[in-house]
Structures are given as structure tokens and as C-alpha cells.
């Protein structure tokens, strides 16, 4: 049995499903390995400051993994350990693209969220996120804050096929990659630094705390969770996951809707 010391876990689609908590079994059985001394770390595309409410309900101290691995902060100082901004070229023509092609675009700084119009997905977010955003020209923040990542949303297929056209102009500025959250059928795109990945992200953390990579966990349900399914020792994937990253995987698990982070821990940490 494998010694575990760090369980990493995507948040949308893995940790969460519908609303924006994890289910009572879950949250036990969290709590279970964390008193078997087994640290808790997000590793998702969400921002920081999206997460708070989960760190706070789960009482997960240390390090995480966000913004798709762009940056690694500490809870509850709230310290940034790294951070990996966006270029102000890439934020700009992400911007353009999003107009030109009529999507919905979100700004994240550290702990800022900003988008350019109110709507229905703005308002889905703010229930999911449970984050305020900030309405305001986009463009006016380029070169003056530091962008840690952009995130195109897409609701059907349509509007994924435009977002895919984004997303193949900025490869040539930036790194792009997708999930698809099964709670609500939206697809999220984010733009990061094309230097960050989670995968990268878990080896800086693991040699920031001194812990090897055979004692890393990683549980995830999309695309981009492939990075950290490279670096880590053991993978399970969700059971409503690609078939892609299911290859990679060590074990699937059962779907989020059955609790499948649950079974994670069951049976690699409490067995």
C-alpha cells in the first residue's frame, strides 16, 4: 500500500457536481484522510478566491493548485507561492477574439474577477463561484493588472465550435485548454501562460514541501487534468471522464454524481 501524502483534486466535475459544495459522504471522507495525516490540495482552473468557500468548508490549510496551474497559494494566509501572469499581448487578442466571435470572457487577477457584461452566464457563475465580478472594458485592464488567466465560456455546440476557433488562434500566444463541467453542460476554456500546466505546478509544490511524487494522489474528470495525470504517482479518473484521460489512469472512479471522490479515498487512503 502506497504511502500517501498529498491527494490532489480538481474541483468542477471531480470534488463538486450540482451546486457548489461537495456532497456530505465526500466532505467525510475528506475529513477521514485528513486525520490519517494525508494533506488536501485543489489542483483546478478555478481561481483562488473561487475557492475560498470550498477551503474554508473542507478546512483544507497548505497549498493549492489554480487558475489551471498558473499559481500555487496558501490558505488561509492567503500567500502566493508562484504566479505565472498572462502576457499583455495574449489578454489583448484574447479579448478581440471574444468580441469578434460574440463569447463570453472572463479576466481573472489573483483575487479579481472581471467580465464586460452582465447575463445569464454571469449569473450562473457568480452562484458557482460565489465571487463577485467587476464590470468593466477588459481592454482597459491590459498592462495594468496582472492577468493570471482568461477563461472563455461556451454553452452548446455552436458556440464551442467558435470558441475552438479562439482557441486555435491563441496557441500562437498563449496556452489553451478545456474542461467540460457535467453539472451544467458548459465548457470552460482557459488561457494561461504557455510555460504553466498543473502538472508543472505539482512537481514546484511537492519540492516546496519536501514531499516525493510516489506519495502524490491525483483525481481528475477532464482534459486538462492530463498535465498532473504525467507528473503524479497514482491517477484516477472520474467515471463520466474521456476516454483519453482514462487511459492515463490508474483507477476510474465512479461518476461525481456517485460520489466518486469518496471512493477515491476509500480505497487508496482508508482501506
Not at 82 to 107: C, D, G, K, V, W
Not at 198 to 213: F, P, Q, S, V
Not at 220 to 238: E, W
Request: with cysteine; proline share 3%.
Amino acid at each position: 500500500m502506497n504511502d500517501y501524502r498529498l491527494l490532489i483534486l480538481d474541483v468542477d466535475g471531480t470534488l463538486i457536481g450540482d451546486g457548489a459544495y461537495p456532497t456530505p459522504r465526500v466532505s467525510q471522507a475528506i475529513a477521514a484522510a485528513q486525520q490519517k495525516g494525508v494533506g488536501i490540495a485543489l489542483g483546478t482552473g478555478r481561481a483562488s478566491e473561487a475557492c475560498y468557500h470550498i477551503m474554508r468548508g473542507l478546512d483544507l490549510k497548505g497549498l493549492h493548485i489554480v487558475f489551471d496551474g498558473a499559481a500555487i497559494v496558501d490558505w488561509p494566509s492567503h500567500e502566493i507561492i508562484s504566479l505565472q501572469a498572462l502576457s499583455p499581448r495574449a489578454t489583448m487578442r484574447l479579448i478581440e477574439l471574444s468580441r469578434e466571435y460574440n463569447l463570453f470572457l472572463e479576466i481573472y487577477a489573483h483575487d479579481f474577477y472581471f467580465i464586460e457584461e452582465e447575463g445569464e452566464l454571469a449569473e450562473q457563475q457568480r452562484q458557482k463561484l460565489k465571487i463577485e465580478p467587476l464590470v468593466t472594458d477588459l481592454t482597459s485592464l491590459v498592462g495594468r493588472i496582472k492577468v493570471v488567466k482568461g477563461q472563455l465560456l461556451a454553452v452548446d455546440a455552436e458556440q464551442k465550435q467558435r470558441a475552438d476557433i479562439v482557441s486555435r488562434e491563441m496557441e500562437q500566444f498563449c496556452k489553451m485548454s478545456w474542461s467540460l463541467d457535467p453539472s451544467n453542460g458548459i465548457y470552460f476554456g482557459n488561457a494561461v501562460s504557455r510555460f504553466v500546466s498543473k502538472g508543472e505546478a505539482l512537481r514546484e509544490m511537492t519540492d516546496y514541501l519536501g514531499i516525493n511524487l510516489r506519495h502524490t494522489l491525483a483525481v481528475g474528470d477532464s482534459f486538462n487534468d492530463m498535465p498532473i495525470f504525467k507528473v503524479a504517482h497514482t491517477k484516477v479518473a472520474m467515471g463520466h471522464a474521456p476516454d483519453d484521460l482514462k487511459k492515463m489512469a490508474d483507477w476510474v472512479a465512479p461518476s461525481v454524481a456517485d460520489d466518486g471522490v469518496a471512493a477515491v479515498i476509500e480505497k487508496y487512503i482508508l482501506a
